[in-house]
């Protein structure tokens, strides 16, 4: 938040000059139609190939959550050569809002794995592909080539197009942890190794001791990919933490081709960036993000085991079923306003994210998450089948409800969109499902049935104050 | 920490500059926006240039000093003709333009705001850029620079040569219809929807198609605001966002309905709005004033943009424990304390012995004229850079209890507090960040803490509002017996 509120004074100064700062913002990406750098894509990619485009029809897909099969149309593609990532000789691929894949023609594609087993999407949707005619690549305007990076393009030859992808890829990167286990509430110590693969000197920014934290940041999942913490990405520079010493934080080092670095960096993440029991971490992502003659991110991931004392606490936050998540919050509940969100009793409106485990497939290393995908459930069969699945309790007293009925919420969950991983059901007033007439503190918690186990939430604590009527 | 500040000034400065060159390829904000967010709308002449002095704290102030110059703010007098919307003296003073300013002699139509930086004067909104000039033979010069968002009249074309008439006519349509409100009863209960009547009247002289959707719809088309008697909001945000903000917009489709006025021609509405109790920063008692926004931009042919009004208002509230965790601020000082950066599904306050994060907010009120212009929403902090010894000064103002017994007690000696919060500004908040409180208090016993910060201000005390810390036990750890 306190980013924000510095980016928010750097907006407002922007504004007091006329609105010029918007306008710089604006300029790449609304007057001249391109979205993102030109590296971006192949960064955020799983994998990168070369491939020519066979048969468009449909298919019957699985959903990798274990839904029911479903209809879907792909794209066959016959890879021709892996220019990141790893990948097999031939894909499925979603057409998404990419125009169409023509039949016969080479492209040079940034994947990720779909909603679907053994299909693939092009990242951002296909807007990301790139047309090969008569030798040379045709970049969508979706890339802004920023003049820095057009001698890497050269004259957009395939052999051009490849070469930058290794480039715009950046050093190879590994990590590991600087001890077997760790206590929830200690550091998290990571030794990272950053190594040239290029063919000639790369240069990375790449202080050392301290200030090294301000160039990576941490994601904690746990075995489903589930994020363990609140944020997608953790920060040593985020949080809690006093700014580091005034070091240089963008010291240079020049590595020949085939040397390597390693820098060590701890993460101190306080217990309430949790929002799963740390004992269900089972790995963790560093980035890197790089500046210098090479720009961008990298990732690596490893295992990791974390332990934690303060089991009473931990059992309070969300459990994820293999399959979903479920994340519920209060509407009114940030800045200023207290840990116990408080109420009326006519009014208890909370809001429940569910998110399928496929958008952290554990498999899945890089950053990329459309948060676009959000969609709104306001229909009110959806609504009143979810409220039957929360547990209200008052001094340890089960508040009446609505009766479950699990076929419902089967019904529910198998109705929503495998592309769309995070629905979104923005306003339930539990006031309307439940009895808050006593004043007092209140626990909610959502507990959705799934195959494999109930996916719970973490529990929200409700403050109800004395009702006003009769007090004068 | 200075580091940090200086950085984000700079970069603030450097973008700044940055907009400089491209300001003339591209338009600037909205021009019914401007004309609507003014605090008042004159036609005035510049009489003079003139210097006032910077107030004595004041960045502008410090850095003149630094640089050896004079610690005074050029600004031109200007004699007002004619006030088109707000109230202002006769005599106004001015800052002057980013560029192009006025000269003695030259009149012109001027959307202005009170200055942020000089007490009593006031800017040109979007830096002069959108001013009139009245030209010799009395006809009004519109600059090329005039924008309109899709939706919106076209009153004055870009570039053009306007009457007089013409161009108040317009501003006069742009700045909206004439709103009063008014509360439905003397008090509100707290747990009940605080109803205000709304009544909006066409005075321009050209009909007026306004957005009024039909039952709980419409109160998406209002803020509300409310304010103490020292014009502080008593709401966590300036404006209440109501939960139907929070939803599909598609359930109001079939409500939207479009009220058509003619010259002179009057519409009132009831509006709702239940006050859910986690808005309040402070006690809901010692709100005074409700501030009424409305916006206007849903369809094709309906009025664009937005109008504001205000009303007393009074608010009852049963739970004095609830509230009695709210902050109480004093005439001169506000106080807010919560945790540090943490947001998202996590509870948000638990803590450990040795990490307990905490930011605390010190805001004071703008002296004069309540704070409430109309240009609402935005906000502005800055850090303040906070010696150990000052936060060793802060610490020593802490009220910690772990159930009853108190682990910590405010010690209200004035010594070193006033050297810490004479940067906090009128009319800005000011933030320490970075505050581990487990460095002065003792958190090693698990269980639920109350945390509390008390401000002497003057021979009152300034108290933030509560917060709750859950330190949990850790397994191994013995239960200890209460004493």
Redesign the interface.
């Given at each position: 938040?306190?980013r924000l509120?510095?980016l928010?004074?750097?907006v407002?100064?922007?504004?007091?000059?006329?609105?010029?700062?918007l306008?710089?913002l604006a300029?790449p990406v609304a007057a001249d139609g391109p979205r993102l750098i030109a590296y971006e894509p192949f960064q955020n990619a799983e994998t990168v190939v070369r491939a020519v485009a066979g048969e468009t029809k449909p298919v019957q897909a699985q959903p990798v959550d274990g839904g029911t099969p479903r209809p879907i149309t792909v794209t066959t593609f016959t890879v021709e050569k892996v220019l990141a990532g790893a990948c097999p000789d031939r894909v499925q691929v979603l057409p998404g809002k990419h125009p169409g894949y023509r039949a016969g023609t080479a492209y040079v594609l940034c994947l990720v794995p779909s909603p679907y087993e053994d299909v693939w999407q092009g990242l951002y949707e296909g807007q990301a592909s790139i047309r090969i005619e008569d030798g040379r690549c045709i970049l969508p305007e979706f890339y802004w080539i920023r003049d820095d990076l057009r001698p890497l393009l050269g004259d957009f030859s395939v052999e051009a197009m490849e070469r930058a992808v290794r480039r715009f890829r950046g050093p190879a990167m590994t990590v590991r942890p600087l001890q077997d286990a760790f206590r929830c509430?200690e550091p998290l110590g990571f030794a990272v190794t950053l190594t040239n693969p290029w063919p000639e000197a790369m240069t990375l920014v790449l202080p050392a001791g301290e200030a090294f934290g301000r160039h990576v940041t941490l994601r904690l999942a746990d075995a489903g990919g589930f994020n363990a913490l609140?944020?997608a990405w953790h920060s040593p520079a985020?949080?809690?933490?006093?700014?580091p010493p005034?070091e240089p934080a963008d010291a240079k080092i020049t590595l020949a081709p085939g040397e390597s670095v390693t820098r060590e960096v701890r993460f101190?993440v306080?217990?309430?960036?949790?929002?799963q029991d740390p004992q269900r971490v089972q790995s963790a992502v560093v980035c890197y993000s790089g500046s210098g003659d090479w720009r961008g991110r990298q990732y690596a991931r490893c295992p990791v085991r974390l332990t934690c004392?303060?089991?009473?606490?931990a059992g309070?936050?969300?459990r994820p079923a293999p399959a979903w998540a479920v994340?519920?919050?209060?509407?009114?509940?940030?800045?200023?306003?207290?840990?116990?969100?408080?109420?009326?009793?006519?009014?208890v409106?909370v809001?429940v994210?569910l998110e399928r485990g496929w958008v952290h497939q554990p498999g899945r290393v890089r950053g990329y998450t459309s948060w676009s995908q959000w969609r709104?459930l306001?229909d009110e069969a959806s609504r009143a089948t979810l409220a039957a699945c929360f547990r209200v309790t008052r001094g340890g007293q089960a508040v009446a409800g609505l009766a479950l009925q699990p076929d419902r919420v089967r019904a529910l969950l198998d109705g929503l969109d495998p592309e769309a991983p995070r629905p979104v059901i923005?306003?339930i007033?539990l006031a309307r499902y439940f009895d808050f007439s006593e004043?007092g503190q209140y626990e909610i918690r959502l507990v959705l049935p799934c195959e494999g186990g109930p996916s719970l939430?973490?529990?929200l604590?409700v403050?109800v104050?004395?009702?006003?009527?009769g007090?004068? | 920490?200075r580091?940090?500040v200086r950085r984000?000034l700079g970069?603030?400065?450097l973008?700044?500059?940055?907009?400089?060159p491209?300001?003339g390829?591209?338009s600037?904000?909205d021009f019914p926006h401007v004309v609507q967010h003014a605090d008042v709308i004159v036609r005035a002449k510049v009489i003079r240039w003139d210097e006032v002095p910077w107030p004595e704290a004041s960045d502008e102030a410090l850095f003149r000093k630094k640089e050896g110059l004079k610690p005074v703010a050029r600004v031109q007098v200007l004699e007002v003709r004619k006030v088109l919307a707000g109230q202002c003296a006769e005599r106004i003073v001015m800052e002057p333009f980013?560029r192009d300013s006025l000269q003695p002699g030259q009149e012109a139509y001027l959307c202005l705001r009170r200055s942020p930086r000089l007490p009593g004067a006031y800017e040109a909104m979007?830096?002069g850029?959108l001013a009139l000039p009245v030209l010799e033979d009395g006809r009004v010069a519109v600059p090329k620079r005039v924008h309109y968002p899709d939706g919106a009249e076209r009153l004055l074309e870009p570039d053009s040569v306007e009457t007089a008439e013409n161009v108040e006519a317009a501003l006069r349509y742009y700045r909206g219809p004439d709103m009063d409100v008014r509360p439905l009863k003397d008090a509100f209960?707290?747990?009940?929807p605080l109803a205000l009547d709304v009544t909006l009247t066409n005075r321009t002289s050209r009909p007026m198609a306004l957005a009024l959707d039909r039952g709980r719809a419409l109160r998406i088309r209002f803020g509300l605001g409310l304010w103490d008697g020292q014009g502080r909001s008593v709401l966590?945000?300036q404006t209440l966002v109501t939960?139907e903000l929070?939803?599909?917009d598609?359930?109001f489709e079939p409500l939207r309905e479009t009220v058509r006025l003619d010259v002179g021609e009057s519409v009132r509405r009831t509006v709702e709005f239940?006050?859910?109790?986690?808005?309040f920063?402070f006690s809901p008692e010692r709100a005074r004033t409700a501030t009424l926004t409305y916006r206007s931009r849903a369809q094709e042919g309906e009025w664009y943009g937005g109008q504001f009004a205000e009303c007393p208002v009074r608010l009852?509230?049963?739970?004095g424990?609830?509230m009695d965790?709210l902050?109480q601020p004093t005439d001169g000082l506000a106080v807010?304390l919560?945790?540090?950066?943490?947001?998202?599904?996590?509870?948000?306050?638990?803590?450990?012995p040795?990490?307990v994060?905490?930011e605390a907010?010190f805001a004071r009120p703008e002296p004069g004229p309540i704070l409430r212009s109309r240009m609402t929403g935005?906000?502005?902090?800055s850090p303040l850079d906070v010696p150990p010894a000052a936060r060793a000064a802060l610490a020593a103002r802490l009220d910690v209890r772990l159930g009853d017994r108190v682990l910590a007690r405010p010690a209200l000696a004035p010594g070193g507090l006033e050297t810490l919060l004479a940067p906090v500004r009128p009319g800005q908040d000011a933030r320490v960040?970075?505050w581990?409180l487990a460095e002065t208090v003792d958190f090693s016993e698990p269980g639920l803490y109350r945390v509390r910060l008390v401000v002497p201000d003057g021979d009152a005390a300034a108290r933030s509002?509560?917060?709750?810390?859950?330190i949990?036990?850790?397994?191994?750890d013995a239960p200890k017996e209460a004493p």
């Open positions: 938040m306190p509120r510095h928010a004074c750097i407002l100064a922007g504004l007091a000059a006329g609105g010029g700062l306008t710089v300029l509430d609140t944020r985020y949080g809690a933490m006093p700014p005034d101190r306080l217990l309430a960036e949790f929002r004392p303060y089991r009473r606490w309070d936050l969300a994340h519920l919050g209060g509407p009114y509940w940030d800045g200023d306003a207290r840990w116990r969100t408080v109420a009326n009793r006519d009014d409106p809001y994210v709104p306001a923005s306003d007033n004043p939430s973490r529990v604590y403050y104050p004395a009702p006003t009527a007090a004068d | 920490m580091a940090h984000v970069l603030a400065v973008l700044a500059v940055a907009a400089g491209v300001r390829m591209v600037v904000s980013w979007n830096l850029l209960a707290v747990d009940e966590i945000s939960r929070m939803m599909d598609s359930e239940p006050l859910p109790p986690a808005q920063a009852r509230c049963a739970d424990a609830w965790t902050a807010t919560h945790v540090y950066s943490v947001w998202g599904p996590a509870r948000s306050t638990v803590g450990t040795r990490d994060w905490m907010m935005g906000f502005s902090y960040q970075h581990n509002n509560e917060v709750l810390v859950h949990p036990r850790a397994e191994g």
